[in-house]
């Protein structure tokens, strides 16, 4: 699997990603995860431009890195970290 996350520098991509949230746009640069592969597909469909069914495949391996969490040891994780957040 692709590696999604940016586990070097997690903590501040985070913080700094929620400091910029009330932005129109965060900087690619500073983002806690990769960006998906490929670019966003449509197709025409009569004259109107739809949002493609084939952008679930670019998003099939954040899908299945989030269903793989253990959330109770994420917040264990949180915890112990939180003096660095």
Known sequence: MVKLVYSERIIHSILVTVDNLPQQRVPEKVMPLRLP????????????????PD??????PYVSLAKAID????VELYMRLYPLF
């Open 37 to 52: 592969q490929g670019g966003f597909l449509v197709f025409d469909s009569g004259g109107s431009l739809t949002m493609s």
């Open 55 to 60: 952008n679930a495949h670019r998003y099939a």
């Open 71 to 74: 959330s109770g040891k994420l």
